[in-house]
């Protein structure tokens, strides 16, 4: 064999098992983790939870699902979430009149569905109502109250606190991602301790098995899309070959693409919690109609929820968690404050659009309908009103230089867009009915620049919108069939810490008599320096347990714990 053969035949073999790994590890289920704060809770407690992959160097996927399933097998609740750094994070907060059982938390991503058997991670939770049972509680094991501390990532300040002390926790230098949780020692049973660790042993015996045959694949999760089958309004054929154009109201991203067979798929920026995406016809130069729109079932086969019939046992410690409980639920109601009790969902605030000129109601006097303020007060804006027993509907115009120009004479113009509290509409007489009373501010758009960048298409003749004092958008423009909700990614809320350094504050006078001190779901550790976590300690003396667990980038498991204790004869 020649030497320049030779030489590319060694070249094409090493490359080939030099990919040989890759090859092996794109067909591997995706492992995953949950860490809770606790190892039970009482109804409507929040339940706090962060999700790791444990072999994120074979990682593909960037959603992860997340369900709550009750003791019966029902679908309690649901979650998409968006991974960020190797995990991610979420909470329930549990209705209040749950009964008592075990209630199943399963973690999957839609490529480990393509394994047999599927790759669910599954963890059944203990939850009891907050009634207190009539039952004798039947005791366990003691808890040890000694740190189990194997790699020493944990560095406490000091041992022990006062009351509202600040608790100083130094976390050693590594390059990975994790979460931390401290909680009453009374209510940790030692065989929840180190659980993490356990898992990645179980999963190191499972052996690997190829996705299953004779089934299309389903591809890891990169991006968020949805499909929608379009029809017309008047016949209801569906659409074929025709652009049609989507708004994201929360996100105000467009969407534009040619429909096939009246089936669309679009891909979305990330959004969270829920959105309203409404589909207009895309073409300007073409009579607008609103098509009719449904979204497709996209649901992946999933093996069934099984329900769980054994019951959790009722301990002398969990009897006085639920007493305790019932103690904080009356402390914060009497103080007025129930942060202590339960998180607050976070607000999502729209995108903003800027406007070429507003117009505030409540600058100009006098006028008492719509026609009136348009035609006195907004220039760029001329509204045609039908004469008396005319079949002729009201019409907008609104000038947008626009660059085409028919024959070098005429500039084209068609009927601009209306916008009522970010719903568009092409129904003038819903705009105008709009109670005057209720209107705050008219604004318009008609920068031929902008308006492509703001609106994409659907804006090409300019937007007129409208805003009411209330919010309320009419039924006739929100309730329409080209207006769907669609459910975005899950957006965590935060576990809130009382602070004690603000004078004045209102967490002062509230007593913190939580078992759970401080939960943080997404602590990102470097091999560069450690990290520092200062928290306030709590009302209620007694020993507390400082976990932490995560996975380092080349999937190794770590897990360290630490005792503080809070004492008023420090």
């Known amino acids: 064999m020649e030497r320049k053969h030779l030489l590319k035949y060694l070249f094409m073999a090493s490359v080939f098992f030099t990919c040989l790994p890759l090859i092996a590890q794109k067909y591997v289920p995706e492992y995953l983790h949950a860490h809770f704060d606790r190892t039970f809770y009482v109804a409507g407690e929040d339940m706090w939870y962060s999700v790791y992959f444990l072999n994120p160097y074979t990682r593909q996927s960037e959603i992860l699902y997340v369900e709550l399933i009750d003791p019966e097998g029902n ?4 979650q998409t979430l968006k991974v960020q750094g190797d995990q991610a994070h979420g909470d329930f907060a549990l209705p209040p009149l749950l009964e008592r059982g075990y209630y199943q938390f399963r973690a999957y991503t839609k490529w480990n569905l393509n394994f047999a058997p599927q790759e669910i991670y599954s963890e059944y939770i203990a939850i009891f109502p907050a009634r207190l049972s009539k039952e004798k509680p039947v005791a366990e094991e003691p808890t040890s109250d000694q740190a189990s501390d194997s790699l020493g990532l944990i560095t406490l300040k000091q041992p022990a606190v006062k009351p509202r ?100 798929t679009f891909e ?15 073409n300007p130069f073409k009579a607008s109609y609103i098509p009719l729109v449904s979204m497709i079932n996209d649901d992946v086969p999933i093996d069934p929820p099984e329900p769980s019939q054994k019951q959790p046992t009722l301990t002398p410690e969990i009897l006085r968690y639920i007493r305790d409980y019932q103690k904080r639920f009356q402390l914060n109601n009497l103080f007025g404050n129930r942060n202590n009790m339960r998180a607050e969902k976070p607000v999502v605030l729209p995108s903003t659009i800027e406007a070429t000129s507003s117009y505030k109601v409540d600058n100009y006097i006098g006028f008492t309908k719509m026609e009136d303020f348009i035609k006195h007060t907004v220039p ?94 009419p039924p006739a423009i929100k309730e329409t069939e080209n207006n769907l909700k669609i459910e975005g990614f899950y957006l965590p809320r935060k576990f809130e810490v009382p602070d004690y350094s603000k004078s004045g504050s209102s967490s002062s006078r ?61």
Do not use: C
Not at 268 to 282: G, K, L, P, R, T
């Open 75 to 78: 679908y309690l609740m649901r």
């Open 165 to 264: 002390e600040n608790i100083d926790i130094t976390l050693k230098e590594m390059n990975g991602v994790g979460s931390i949780s401290i909680i009453d020692l009374k209510f940790v049973r030692d065989i929840d301790r180190n659980r993490i660790i356990e898992r990645v042993r179980e999963v190191k015996q499972k052996p690997i098995i190829p996705p299953k045959g004779g089934e299309p694949e389903i591809q890891p999760e990169t991006k968020y899309t949805k499909t929608f089958m379009l029809r017309q309004p008047g016949t209801k054929d569906y659409i074929t070959s025709n652009f049609i154009a989507g708004f994201v109201q929360q996100t105000h991203q467009k969407l534009m693409k040619p429909s096939e067979g009246g089936i669309v």
């Open 268 to 282: 979305f920026n990330d959004f969270y919690d829920s959105s309203v995406v409404q589909f207009f016809d895309a």
């Open 380 to 473: 760029p804006v001329k509204l045609k009103m039908p004469k008396k027993n005319s079949d002729e509907r009201p019409l907008f115009k609104l000038y947008v230089p626009h660059k085409e120009v028919i024959r070098g004479i005429k500039v084209v113009e068609k009927p601009p867009l209306l916008l009522v509290n970010d719903y568009f509409t092409y129904d003038i007489e819903s705009v105008l009915d709009l109670q005057w009373d209720n209107v705050l501010q008219v604004d318009v758009f008609n920068t031929a620049e902008k308006l492509p960048r703001q609106f994409g298409p659907i804006g090409d003749f300019g937007v007129i919108a409208f805003q009411t004092r209330d919010g309320q958008t």
């Open 510 to 570: 509230v007593p913190n008599l939580r078992p759970v001190l401080y939960w943080n779901p997404n602590i990102t550790l470097n091999n560069q320096e450690d990290r520092t976590i200062t928290l306030p300690a709590g009302d209620q003396p007694g020993k507390y347990l400082v976990q932490l667990e995560g996975v380092d980038k080349n999937g190794i498991a770590f897990y360290s714990e630490a005792i503080i204790e809070i004492t008023i004869n420090r």
